[in-house]
């Protein structure tokens, strides 16, 4: 299947972000590489691992439709819970 379609799908994906980025040059060179925020803008390293372990829940149990969607709608609680005022 990887050598089939493989490097047919490398080839796109490179061409489409080459092309967006010639589309967008103007737009992406206005931009800084180093955004500073104060510290009210900052993520708890908690709800980062939090996150980080709904996403390897999600993809663990991607194919047991009762535990994924489990895992989902916890998530789903989670991040409207800790969403940003």
Known sequence: MMTTFGWKTAV????NAVGVVLIFRKELSGLSLMALGDESD???PAL???HFAF???IVVFAHQPAI???L???FLGVA????KP
Do not use: E, Q
Not at 12 to 15: D, K, M, N, S, T
């Open 12 to 15: 796109a994906v490179i061409v």
């Open 48 to 50: 980062i691992v939090v």
């Open 80 to 83: 409207t819970a800790y969403k």
């Open 55 to 57: 996403l390897i829940g």
């Open 68 to 70: 994924f969607m489990d």
């Open 72 to 74: 989902f709608l916890f």
């Open 42 to 44: 900052r993520v708890s």
